[in-house]
């Protein structure tokens, strides 16, 4: 375990659109704020911004609602636009019940409306959906800093989830590179010896939710640098972190 | 938001056992690290230790196991004594099935084996078990350290808990007192001027899992300080991170 961990927040990115260089946005905050990267430090980047360089927008005027939607919009108050599409993302719906759409995306996420985004859009009918491999999009992410600055910090895109049982929001991982995503303390032992119980950290979530400190969505910080954890390298990305459903007492 | 969010561990605390006073070791333990507590201060302190000093331990072999743990845990190879402790310590049990045992506390926390820990305790046979009311540690911790130096600091009481969908642990929050756990973001608008959806963050989950950063359970660490949040003064707890049974989906 490290010392101090400081958590950065960088601000000033333009709005993003289709085909731009988010990683060159981001290395330039950096420079404005006079940090030099490291290779133990973690850069999260909010899905929103990951989703728009990507062209994951979609604007709800071309949506055309099915029947099955429009019949859940209409009796809950909801865009059939955005019940529509929160549909097609899904590979399994959990529940769609009292207003409410739960649903696992295709990677496996488990989220409202499949993680489609409608606040701080660049038009007032775009949406964002969840990047196709977040995994991917940290990765790629990552060496276009490495190529940019020489240095490859790990990386960790986040979205903010509900969750049962617990009110209120927090931010999770859902695509991370360069750092064990779930950090296994197998075999590890407590101060009197005896074999620990719990043994597995979800790292990346606690980083996620440390930078949502900073991050709050209407102040402008769609990354965060956090300095000072040196995460564990390691490959598997946030996929590590999806609960197989044949394992998953709570479907 | 604020700036720049620091994480600082404060080790060195001794072994905690009832009676002792908490919060004289966590201001020493700010004193070595030269620390002066501000009031916007955030001091997140383990479960563990508050239970120990709260005398909320059990030695396993002075528990007489019912039938039901007896059954549950030879089928599993459990132990009995922490099953029973378990169903004691539970108001419901959600799930009871392949080894796992999930049950929601008194207070209303949704977590494996009603959150009994037994690892880092003093002795081999002793397990802890949750404060009967976090919030009020919280608050107690709170005025004791507002005694020993003037400053009030917020203090948030933290556990490990797993979580349905994703796997791995992340640290959440039990207790609060002197910040608002859950903040409502009913009707602030992003940058567009649309209403926001998401309308509850748990800030004091955020939290929790930053320091649960470098908290690692094995490294010593029961207490962190996290400073440049200044959190939103107020009251209500972490009670108010308890999702109501009757919205609860994933029952």
Redesign the interface.
Known sequence: ?????????LRGLPAIRPGDDLAAFIVRALRRRRLRLREDDVLVVCQKVVSKAEGRVVRLGDVRPGARARAFAERYGKDPAVVELALREAREVL?M??G?L?T?TGAGW?CANSGID????NA?DEVTLLPLDADASARRLRRRIRLLTGVAPAVVISD?F???????????AIGVAGMV???S?QG?????G?R???T????A???A??A??????????PAVLVR??QPRRGRGGAA????PRAE????
Do not use: M
């Open positions: 375990v490290a010392g101090k961990i400081d958590i950065v927040p529940r019940c009292d409410h739960i696992a488990v409608r606040s701080n859009q007032a903010t509900g969750r049962p049982w617990r009110l209120g929001q927090v931010d999770v995503a779930l950090e303390w590890r032992r407590d101060w009197a005896r620990l119980e719990h597995e950290l979800a790292v979530d606690q980083v939710a440390a949502g400190l900073v991050a709050g969505k209407d102040a402008g910080v000072g954890l590590a972190l999806v609960r998953d007492l709570f479907r």
